[in-house]
């Protein structure tokens, strides 16, 4: 909602209190007297009735200080009723004006009744009906057959079937079918209700907001005119700049440019391809920043993947123009795609250059194949994983023939390069090492055998490996390299496995609801 907004309810407020200082309620009734004008003809007494009444070409009087034209017009004074009828005009001030086709006004209990094309106008506003009744003594005016409040000087509406307007309390209760229109807000709602002291507008039932730059959706709610703050409750959901937020209840600042988010939170960042899901979130455009926590998740849109990525908490940041630059994940990162799995303690995501940030005993794993080193630098291109990057201490395993064996890689500096989501090559850079079992295939003509005859190990400065789910297909190294091949029951135990080796499918998600469930035990 916009400041435009603000100004508009306070005025509505005010032009409908002083509608109805038109009928006075501050002076006792007996005090009342009815002074003809210039141009009342004629004045008769029915004494059947004990109306006076008044004739001839129109009827122009004064009561408390409100003058009355009519066509027509009779006094009970029994009854304390004033009745005109015909061309009813009531004004006071010369700025506020009052007209109807007919007008009952009870001078003792100062309650009136307003018939057929009733309009109530100042030099801004028009409020427009079929039927008013109203009540001085409570305070109440109603309408029950439409009503429409407009502003004259600009594009500004409201409409509603039932009206019930407290001007002492400069309150106002719209029910049915309520559309507020502006040029800067567009309001739709089944019951809206403003109370002056606390300068809200609640809402109640299905309703949809308009603004410039915004579209926001609830079935309850409220909106501070002043503050310019809003709360969205129960099924409430936000759409602005392409961005999308929704949850069961939304605290929203446009003066301080702040989003708070409760209970089922979902932001959807179209342009970035990315969701973030929470019981709990902050964001502030102010500050560039924002936070969500407990059950936090991000959704990672790639090109033939989605990534699930949960932690305790995370930190979001944006640009100067409110895009995503940076997320921060930390305790406990666990991210689970149907081709990607991964765990650490802590992640950094940097948007621009679509870059991901494994720190503190990163694990990943790709169909048989787990990597793991000190910290891990994920690329992605287009959309699509291109590489990842291991730093210290840094392993790639493959596991073969359900655990029986290990393909392996070992190394200081690992780049490990995909296509289409699968591992395709490993380059070790410093202290290389590679252990794998290759395959013999025995075909008969009705059985296909695979056999292991032993295990190739090569250490050299640095080496590539090539791979087929998990496969080694072939192996290229540099600098004086040291190989040996040992039969499987002659390999030696301190041969056996690369330095820093270790598999761990225990910690792997196997669904996306393992996310929540498997914990490495990280300390915050």
């Known amino acids: 909602m916009t400041g435009n907004s603000k100004i508009s309810f306070i005025k509505i407020a005010l032009f409908i209190s002083a509608i109805f200082l038109l009928f006075p309620i501050g002076l006792k009734a007996q005090k009342g007297v009815i002074e003809l004008l210039p141009g009342t003809q004629k004045l008769t007494y029915d004494s059947k009735s004990g109306a006076q009444k008044l004739l001839g070409g129109g009827v122009n009087l004064n009561y408390e200080g409100n003058k009355v034209y009519s066509d027509s017009a009779y006094y009970y004074e029994n009854k304390k009723l004033i009745k005109a009828y015909g061309h009813v005009h009531v004004t006071k001030?010369?700025?506020?004006?009052?007209?109807?086709?007919?007008?009952?006004?009870?001078?003792?209990?100062?309650?009136?009744?307003?018939?057929?094309?009733?309009?109530?106008?100042?030099n801004e506003y028009r409020l427009t009906t079929n039927l008013l009744d109203y009540d001085a003594g409570s305070g109440l005016a109603v309408y029950q057959t439409r009503g429409k409040v407009e502003n004259l000087l600009k594009n500004e509406v409201l409409t509603s079937i039932r009206g019930y307007l407290y001007p002492n309390e400069k309150n106002f209760h719209f029910s049915g079918d309520v559309r507020y229109r502006s040029d800067s807000l567009d309001m739709d709602t089944d019951t809206l209700q403003y109370k002056y002291i606390e300068k809200k507008v609640y809402f109640f039932g299905e309703t949809v907001i308009k603004t410039t730059d915004a579209d926001m959706y609830c079935n309850k709610?409220?909106?501070?005119?002043?503050?310019q703050d809003a709360v969205l409750e129960d099924n409430a959901f936000a759409i602005q700049n392409g961005k999308q937020i929704c949850g069961d209840s939304l605290y929203v600042s446009d003066s301080e440019k702040m989003a708070i988010g409760r209970k089922n939170v979902h932001f959807i960042d179209t342009a970035n391809k990315m969701e973030f899901l929470s019981q709990m979130a902050y964001f502030s455009e102010k500050q560039r920043k924002g936070f969500i926590t407990d059950s936090a998740c991000i959704i990672y849109q790639l090109k033939d993947d989605t990534l699930y990525i949960h932690s305790d908490s995370i930190w979001i940041y944006t640009d100067s123009s409110n895009k995503l630059e940076r997320a921060e994940l930390f305790w406990d990162v666990q991210i689970y795609g149907t081709k990607i799995q991964g765990s650490c303690d802590s992640m950094t995501l940097?948007?621009?250059?679509?870059?991901?940030?494994?720190?503190?005993?990163?694990?990943?794993?790709?169909?048989?194949?787990?990597?793991?080193?000190?910290?891990?630098?994920?690329?992605?291109?287009?959309?699509?994983?291109r590489k990842v990057d291991l730093i210290q201490r840094s392993t790639v395993v493959m596991e073969l023939d359900s655990g029986n064996y290990y393909n392996q890689v070992g190394g200081k500096l690992i780049e490990a390069f995909f296509r289409e989501n699968k591992l395709i090559r490993v380059e070790v850079n410093q202290n290389a090492q590679t252990n794998f079992f290759p395959q013999d295939t025995l075909r008969s003509d009705t059985l296909v055998e695979i056999k292991r005859q032993g295990m190739s190990r090569l250490y050299?400065?640095?080496?590539?490996?090539?791979?087929?789910?998990?496969?080694?297909?072939?192996?290229?190294?540099?600098?004086?390299?040291d190989g040996a091949f040992y039969p499987i029951p002659l390999i030696p135990k301190e041969e056996l496995f690369v330095k820093n080796f270790s598999f761990n499918p225990e910690f792997r998600p196997k669904t996306r609801k393992d996310i929540y469930r498997r914990k490495r035990g990280f300390k915050k």
């Open 350 to 385: 940097d948007k621009p250059i679509e870059r991901i940030t494994l720190h503190r005993e990163p694990m990943m794993w790709n169909e048989n194949s787990e990597l793991k080193a000190d910290t891990m630098f994920v690329f992605i291109n287009d959309s699509v994983i």
């Open 221 to 227: 709610g409220w909106y501070h005119t002043e503050k």
């Open 460 to 481: 050299a400065s640095s080496l590539k490996v090539y791979l087929d789910s998990g496969e080694v297909t072939g192996v290229t190294y540099f600098g004086n390299p």
């Open 93 to 122: 001030n010369d700025s506020l004006n009052l007209y109807c086709d007919s007008l009952w006004y009870y001078t003792d209990t100062k309650k009136a009744k307003l018939f057929s094309r009733v309009r109530v106008m100042d």
